[in-house]
């Protein structure tokens, strides 16, 4: 379960800060947008500009001690492989993270309260 958990933070990872990198306060768009890529370049193991389903396994499994299930890899790679082709490029992850602010930022004024956060999980 604690896994569980720790891979939805990472479902808004790329787009949310993970848990423990979570800010107390609000967040602005921008240091959230710099926050998901800073993420992705963590994930981008080789530095190709993309990362791929086996860097993300072997991020995560880094990231909490074990391997994530099949299924929480599957959700979360494939909300941030926008068009599917079996690799989420920079831009696909910035695209996705940029959607997630904007959908949590639930007044519109380009930044995210905890209680924006904790809602839009």
């Known amino acids: 379960m604690k896994l ?3 891979a939805g933070a990472l479902a808004l990872s790329l787009a949310m800060p993970v ?3 979570m800010p107390q ?12 890529k800073a993420q992705f370049a963590a994930l981008d193991a080789d530095k190709d500009g ?17 391997a994530p299930p099949a299924e929480i890899v599957d959700r979360l790679f494939g909300a941030i492989d926008l068009d599917k082709d079996g ?3 920079a831009a696909e992850v910035e695209k996705h993270a940029a959607d997630r602010f904007d959908k949590a930022d639930a007044n519109h004024d380009g930044v995210l309260t905890a209680e924006e956060m904790a809602a839009s999980r």
Request: glycine share 8%; charged share 20%.
């Open 4 to 6: 569980h958990l720790a």
């Open 19 to 21: 848990a423990a990198q």
């Open 25 to 36: 306060g609000p967040i602005a768009r921008a240091d959230f947008m710099a926050q998901s």
């Open 50 to 66: 993309v990362i791929t389903r086996d860097e993300m396994v072997a991020g995560m499994t880094k990231m909490f001690g074990n």
């Open 87 to 89: 690799k989420a490029t």
